[in-house]
């Protein structure tokens, strides 16, 4: 919101470490700031922080006005997304980006690149998240590129790195990932990720068999490893593609991956199980620990107000308490501190890395 404002109070901390050029004494003249405590400060903005600097490097103050007029009717791109509205991406498409229209105007236009962006239709089915926001998948590496493209002034440095990288997820790592696209083999899946980071520039990676495969259910990239991607470089060298020497290599890493994915099975998953199972008795035994306190406290509170009946409770390992609160009491702090000391040095845990033991030789 644009709102007016009387001298330089109220400002916030970003406009006050404006550098003293036209383009600031201009946004006070024009009362482009808001006033104290009211609205989202304009400069504070991260895309219309980027249009002030397009208007101090243009020197050209209009282009800021623009920019922040055009923005605040807009819906503000946040981390939550926007569900309607138009998006952006590049000219001739680019299915991984989307740009809503506050950045559109705040970063496209004040830089002077919005010639290479087209206008495209997106579902909104959910809200959709912006990609040049900072939450975005790769939204870091995007900005770079998009910085480094303006300082170079070579579009191409920017579109060519959204057509390769936008939209693609994080690889899952150990975790295993459900609507995941996948390439590689069937028996050894990568995601796209770890295809781009290793396997693109290999010799095999077009004969792979799966390519861009959208899966439901629940699968894991194989290719994070490093003895993995050491393996997948070494299965490469092993001959021409087509030779036998190849084909042999390429049989040993796809049995090597249905091995290895049994082998995750029966440990990864099964001590994922298990520390959730942990977790809960953890939280069961703590939570006696606390009901052990409140009985304790209840005797103290009874035996304080003379309100025992002269019989003492207990037995020999637990103490003689003035009331029955007093010997719960001692019976649950007993219990709790028994079952946190299992679950500390327990057999569980022994197995678990046991377990983690087994899936590093494989890893
Ligand atoms: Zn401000
Ligand atoms: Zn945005
Ligand atoms: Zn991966």
Redesign the pocket.
């Known amino acids: 919101m644009l709102r007016g404002q009387a001298g330089g109070e109220g400002l916030c901390r970003s406009f006050r470490a404006l550098p003293e050029t036209e383009v600031r004494s201009a946004l006070l003249s024009q009362r482009l700031h808001p006033g104290r405590g009211g609205g989202s400060c304009s400069v504070a903005r991260m895309?219309l922080s980027v249009a002030l600097d397009a208007a101090h490097y243009q020197r050209d103050f209009s282009v800021y006005k623009t920019a922040a007029e055009a923005t605040s009717r807009l819906p503000s791109?946040t981390a939550n997304g926007?569900q309607s509205g138009t998006w952006w991406t590049l000219q001739g498409g680019c299915d991984g980006l989307s740009?809503?229209?506050?950045?559109?105007a705040?970063?496209l236009v004040p830089i002077g690149v919005a010639q290479y962006f087209e206008r495209t239709r997106r579902s909104f089915s959910s809200p959709i998240l912006?990609?040049?926001?900072i939450t975005a998948p790769r939204a870091l590496d995007l900005l770079s590129h998009f910085g480094q493209m303006i300082e170079k002034g070579l579009f191409s440095h920017f579109a060519d790195y959204a057509r390769l990288w936008s939209g693609v997820r994080a690889c899952p790592g150990l975790k295993a990932q459900g609507g995941g696209t996948w390439f590689g083999y069937h028996e050894l899946y990568m995601c796209k990720e770890c295809y781009l980071e290793c396997a693109v520039s290999q010799p095999l990676a077009d004969t792979l068999p799966v390519r861009d495969l959208y899966e439901e259910d629940l699968r894991i990239c194989q290719m994070w490893s490093p003895r993995m991607r050491r393996l997948w470089l070494e299965t490469n060298a092993a001959g021409a593609v087509g030779s036998p020497e190849s084909k042999a290599a390429e049989d040993r890493l796809r049995e090597l991956g249905t091995q290895r994915f049994q082998v995750y099975n029966a440990t990864v998953l099964q001590i994922e199980v298990m520390q959730q199972m942990q977790a809960m008795r953890r939280r069961a035994a703590l939570h006696k620990g606390v009901q052990s306190t409140v009985y304790a406290g209840a005797n103290s509170f009874a035996m304080a107000a003379g309100a025992s009946d002269g019989y003492m409770y207990g037995n020999s390992s637990l103490g003689w308490h003035g009331t029955r609160n007093g010997l719960i009491g001692a019976q649950l702090g007993m219990e709790s501190r028994a079952e946190l000391a299992q679950l500390s040095g327990g057999d569980e845990t022994a197995e678990i890395l046991r377990l983690q033991a087994i899936w590093s030789q494989v890893e």
């Open positions: 895309s791109c926007i740009i809503c229209e506050a950045c559109h705040g970063f912006c990609s040049l926001h």
